[in-house]
Antibody, heavy 125, light 106 residues
Framework: EVQLVESGGGLVQPGGSLRLSCAAS????????MTWVRQAPGKGLEWVSL????????YHADSVQGRFTISRDNSKNTLYLQMDRLGAEDTAVYYC??????????????????WGRGTTVTVSS | DIQMTQSPSSLSASVGDRVTIRCRAS??????LNWYQQRPGKAPRVVIY???KLQTGVPSRFSASGSGTDFTLTIANVQLEDSAVYYC?????????FGQGTKVEV
């Protein structure tokens, strides 16, 4: 069964840091780009970061550029999101998602076809 | 950045109705457009990719069309389980932006 399981969320003070993890199983992890998407309480989806299958290429939304870093360990089938200098605006459910295409296909051509259940990050004093 | 605008923001339908949701891109994105369904308390799931291709396992009452800047998602014979928020997402280039969502109540 193809599965993504996020962990690492919690309550953190403004200015603090947190590292999210996403454990993948059931598919060839390094064949697929991976993504973090977040959803603030009562709000819509916001694309946060993407990393290529090899890990050599990353993209971040302007709202997190310079504060968040996406990475992956293909030997552990795990995706990460290092979040620094957190602010109240980062409070959200964070989902990891798998790109439906393989490494030779345009990112998101097939959409994000597998999602985790999400992990909640709350930034508050 | 490419802005994605959905309309309407919400709608109410009865079982068996035909529902149409629109998504407009601020610039041409060819057919690089995906649709996601998010039921309450659940993670999103892709229902349509590449503007008009039905994701495996999604009921055939879902269909979509469009290219360039204007896209539509249609649910024919809508069912109770189709109550959800639907999001479009452009897959043309970074940042891969979502629309604000359309809430469908059945």
């Amino acid at each position: 069964e193809v599965q993504l399981v996020e962990s690492g969320g919690g309550l953190v003070q403004p200015g603090g840091s947190l590292r999210l993890s996403c454990a993948a199983s059931g598919f060839t992890f390094n064949n697929h780009a991976m993504t973090w998407v977040r959803q603030a309480p009562g709000k819509g989806l916001e694309w946060v970061s993407l990393i290529s299958g090899s890990g050599g290429t990353t993209y971040h939304a302007d709202s997190v550029q310079g504060r968040f870093t996406i990475s992956r360990d293909n030997s552990k089938n795990t995706l990460y999101l290092q979040m620094d200098r957190l602010g109240a605006e980062d409070t959200a459910v964070y989902y990891c998602a798998k790109d439906g295409g393989s490494v030779s296909v345009k990112y998101y051509y097939f959409g994000m076809d597998v999602w985790g259940r999400g992990t909640t990050v709350t930034v508050s004093s | 950045d490419i802005q994605m605008t959905q309309s309407p923001s919400s709608l109410s339908a009865s079982v068996g109705d035909r529902v149409t949701i629109r998504c407009r891109a601020s610039q041409s994105i060819s057919s690089f457009l995906n649709w996601y369904q998010q039921r309450p308390g659940k993670a999103p799931r892709v229902v349509i990719y590449a503007a008009s291709k039905l994701q495996t396992g999604v009921p055939s009452r879902f269909s979509a069309s469009g290219s360039g800047t204007d896209f539509t998602l249609t649910i024919a014979n809508v069912q109770l389980e189709d109550s959800a928020v639907y999001y479009c997402q452009q897959s043309d280039n970074s940042p891969w932006t979502f629309g604000q969502g359309t809430k469908v109540e059945v």
